[in-house]
């Protein structure tokens, strides 16, 4: 579903990316479905629907153990394709936004970080306990497809301070 910006920021365009920043790093503006996003430059390819963590200098990298237990990254769902160091915006709130399930995730179910690196979700305890994403459409596949959600600034909610 294509994202229209709503606010003053003149040229966000929710649904492209660009090889050259257009705003700076972490810009935030706003967008149609009570949509909130946050301007990044992506580490490595990302896609459609994979969680990416946005380090506090405007990265995004694909969401993994490793990236969620730090607890100073915020949490975001691309919702088109980024090349490897495209700039470009992440959602980090909003209704019908796309993210990638696997397993049978139900809708009010309690979803998790899918072990390994690869950004998406499941009904399976992996590595944290994610909050602030509430499935709109059911998934039922041992592989990973994209399902509709409601975010409200997603977050790990069981993050330990190993310090």
């Not at 995004?60 to 160091?85: E, K």
């Not at 509430?134 to 959600?149: C, D, E, H, K, N």
Request: include cysteine; charge should be neutral.
């Amino acid at each position: 579903m294509p994202f229209n910006q709503t606010g003053s920021k003149i040229g966000a365009d929710f649904n492209s990316t660009s090889t050259t920043a257009l705003f700076t790093l972490n810009d935030v503006a706003f967008g149609s479905g009570d949509s909130e996003w946050t301007y990044v430059k992506a580490s490595g390819a990302l896609l459609t629907g994979q969680m990416v963590t946005i380090a506090g200098g405007g990265t995004a990298i694909v969401a993994h153990t490793t990236s969620l237990m730090t607890g100073t990254n915020l949490l975001g769902f691309p919702q088109g394709q980024f090349a490897d160091q495209d700039y470009g915006w992440v959602a980090r709130r909003g209704v019908g936004m796309s993210v990638m399930c696997s397993g049978t995730c139900a809708t009010n179910a309690l979803l998790y970080l899918v072990t390994g690196s690869n950004g998406g979700l499941s009904t399976t305890a992996g590595s944290g306990t994610l909050a602030g994403i509430l499935l709109q459409a059911s998934a039922s596949t041992a592989s990973l497809v994209i399902t509709t959600a409601m975010l409200q600034w997603p977050r790990c909610s069981n993050i330990v301070n190993a310090g």
